[in-house]
């Protein structure tokens, strides 16, 4: 079974923070991986996709891929209230599909 | 530039029901999903087409059917509604050229069967 895990949370930062999410994917053929955003009753929200080893950064936003340790996270700096969501972590496998994690929940405290 | 659209928004069905759910996509996008949402679960993939006029089975397929109408259209049928199939009921499709494959989504159905 394919599989992507993330840490359920809640995540509470303080507003400014870094706040930091992770995840582990088991399908070693995964090629691509992404971060979604899901705010309560909405659909996600793409925020970032990678699939090189390494950093790329989009604004405030930092994704990491390390295909050695299968191992992908999101770095959000100054973390703002409005940061506050569900945050969903996904790989390609098999062709067009996607495997989903569960998500963490984050919490920017004012 | 509409995006992904779904149809209805919300649907309350008794069980044995059947209904059908819309989806639209005017992003010129070749595959499109169906995905079902529940609590602590995660997304799950029910059926996707990679393309006008194929179709395949995702991860939880039983109890469904699809139909991929044309480029823009692929609706998602239940022949006969159980309570176990209450869930949030997302559309999403995206291009198959690249490397990415960035899935866009519609707002949802949420559904409830009695």
């Known amino acids: 079974q394919k599989e992507v895990e993330q840490n359920s949370g809640p995540l509470s930062v303080p507003e400014g923070a870094i706040a930091s999410l992770n995840c582990t994917y088991s399908d070693r053929g995964s090629q691509s991986f992404f971060w979604y955003r899901q705010y309560s009753g909405k659909s996600p929200e793409l925020i970032m996709f990678i699939y090189s080893n390494g950093d790329k950064e989009d604004g405030r936003f930092t994704a990491q891929l390390n295909k050695a340790s299968q191992y992908v996270s999101l770095l959000i700096r100054d973390s703002q209230p409005s940061d506050s969501a569900t945050y969903l972590c996904?790989?390609?496998?098999?062709?067009?599909?996607?495997?989903f994690g569960a998500g963490t929940r984050l919490f920017v405290k004012a | 530039n509409a995006g992904v659209t779904q149809t209805p928004k919300f649907q309350v069905l008794k069980t044995g029901q059947s209904m059908t759910l819309q989806c639209a996509q005017d992003m010129n996008h070749n595959s499109m999903y169906w995905y079902r949402q529940d609590p602590g679960m995660g997304l799950r993939l029910i059926y996707y087409s990679a393309s006008e006029g194929t179709t395949d089975k995702g991860e939880v397929p039983n109890g469904y059917n699809v139909s991929r109408l044309n480029k823009r259209e692929f609706s998602l049928r239940l022949e006969s509604a159980a309570p176990s199939q209450t869930s949030v009921y997302f559309c999403?499709?995206?291009?198959?050229?690249?490397?990415?494959?960035?899935?866009?989504f519609g707002p949802g159905t949420r559904l409830t069967v009695t």
């Open positions: 996904a790989a390609t496998t098999g062709g067009f599909k996607t495997i």
């Open positions: 999403a499709s995206s291009e198959t050229w690249g490397r990415a494959y960035e899935q866009y």
